[in-house]
């Protein structure tokens, strides 16, 4: 079984960029596609990022603005930030899309003046 640990949260003025990574165990990892969700206060979790034999999808919310990118030789994901806005506030969490694994515990993403 794969489990993922977040990590690179932190608190970021608006505009601001921050680099996230999800460090994975277990040896099935390079085989799934990856993404990267969040939960926001009060909100469900949502997908922000997905990553599939090379190819990424974004929402509209942060098309433009985020990247995703792997590494499966050191097994991880990195979710790249920028033009970060007070609506991006949450909770992100790295996992197997589009079926998810168990959950992480998340790194906090607070983006605030």
């Known amino acids: 079984q794969v489990q993922f640990v977040e990590s690179g949260g932190g608190l970021v003025q608006p505009g601001g960029s921050l680099r996230l990574s999800c460090a994975a165990s277990g040896r099935d990892f390079v085989f799934y596609a990856m993404g990267w969700y969040r939960q926001g206060p009060g909100k469900q979790r949502e997908l922000v990022a997905s990553i599939t034999s090379g190819r990424t999808n974004y929402p509209d919310s942060v098309k433009g603005r985020f990247t995703i990118s792997r590494d499966n030789a050191n097994k991880a994901i990195f979710l790249q930030m920028n033009s970060l806005k007070p609506e991006d506030t949450a909770v992100y969490y790295c996992?197997?899309?589009?079926?998810?694994?168990?959950w992480g515990q998340g790194t906090q993403v607070t983006v605030s003046s």
């Open positions: 996992n197997r899309h589009p079926v998810p694994l168990a």
